[in-house]
């Protein structure tokens, strides 16, 4: 009987994804109006503005992952297990590839999926620019695993130094990006080292060297110029190194080159500037601009095809006021994600649907444990700019997490999670500290 119905697969469960698949799952797949499918080659889903945190330990992913079989039951979708690599426009199908076991063992071959409604809901992955040396000698933040792999790697680093072990007196780590990702992780490690010390360990803060390495003239440019002050402020004064105009040439195991000849040492590298869609999708047959992103109209559907939607960071979309494309942030995925769960549900009533239009909130950026720094357009408007800074930004920033929580989990459950995060923490070092 559910052969019948009409097929809405949604590929990556990300802060777009999860909120449309949860949506339509509970408008249309537990009422069997539709028959909903969401499509991860992850098993659990991590909101991904939270992965500094990850990569510090400040969050346990085993406590706050949703695991999408469990929330699929629950929410009335069906989900799919894979990673997607290909499309075949005329089948209707996409193309998942086979499932291998931690060994390499093959556990299902590829297979197909076929839908009548698709949505792209991909997400991004940071932009070397080609970089010589920035796949081989950088760490990324594209994923829940690249986090986990740079949290061990600063808790290995912060031992060998500490205990004289790595033969530096120092644990220099460079960050290529002074956007909000780039700032909040320099932010985080920093606090991070700090409160390892409180709890022992032997690598001083002082023994910490950060440095921001952004090309634009300021960090966080695309923010008011007040902010990224305040923001650079707050660094500088807890011994964070920024470094503005600055372009990384190459980069090779022992630190950055700039194109100015300058060089930075660091032990660590991240690599945490610019957002491009994945390579694949740019061989899809849909239209795509030149960082792989796939274009769509003001409907979010694809240029080239009425059937193939596309959300969050790895679509090209128009603001729907005149701006050729907005930015690829978890605000924008959710918006998006919003607009089109109501849209799908007018489109398959054979209802009409009118544009998408951004509304822009504001922006917030964590600056460590106790303070934040952002602008508040959802409350003044996006005409006028309301700035705010220190634990009151704080406490607004961390609620963005607990609105994409209301969203996947529903309000009650949503409280009922916060409380326990609350109870959790009483008691428990408030980091992962193996
Ligand atoms: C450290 C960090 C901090 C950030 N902070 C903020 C912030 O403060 N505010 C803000 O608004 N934004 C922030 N962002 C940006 C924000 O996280 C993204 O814009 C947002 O997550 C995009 O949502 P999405 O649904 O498009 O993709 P994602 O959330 O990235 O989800 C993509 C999903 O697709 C899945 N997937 C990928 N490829 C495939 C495939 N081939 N087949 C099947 N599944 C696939 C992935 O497993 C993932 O689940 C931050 C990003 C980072 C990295």
Redesign the pocket.
Known sequence: MSQKLHRIVI?????????LATKLGRELGCKKHAHIIL????PT?I??????EV?TGALNTGEDEVNYFGHAYRNGYQFEF????GLDRERKTIQ??SVCDANGDILTGERDIAYDTLVL????I?NDFGTPGAQKHCMF???PND?EKLRRRILDLSFAVGTSGHGASKLTIGIVGGG??GV??AAEIDHTIREMHNYGANLNPAQLEITIIEGAPRILSGAPESLSHYATEELVQRGIMVACNARVAAVSETGFQLADGQQINAAIRVW?AG?KA?D?LANLGLSTNRNNQIEVTTCLQTQTDPNIFA?????AAPDGEGRPQL????????QQ?SWLAEALIKRLNGKAITPFVFKPQG????LGKHTAVGSLAAVVGPKRNYYVEGRGAKLI?AS?YRLHQAAVHGWVLAVLLWIGDKLRRVGRPTLKLH
């Open positions: 590929v990556g469960g990300g802060a777009g994804g999860l909120e499509v991860d080659g992850s889903h909101w991904k503005p939270l992965l500094h990569a894979g990673w997607m690599k998942l590839a809901a991909l997400g991004a940071a933040l594209n994923t986090a909000a990702t909040e992780l945490a957002v994945p694949w959300i969050g960071d790895c679509a930015s690829a942030t978890a605000q924008v995925a959710h994600a922006m917030m950026v964590s920033y963005l």
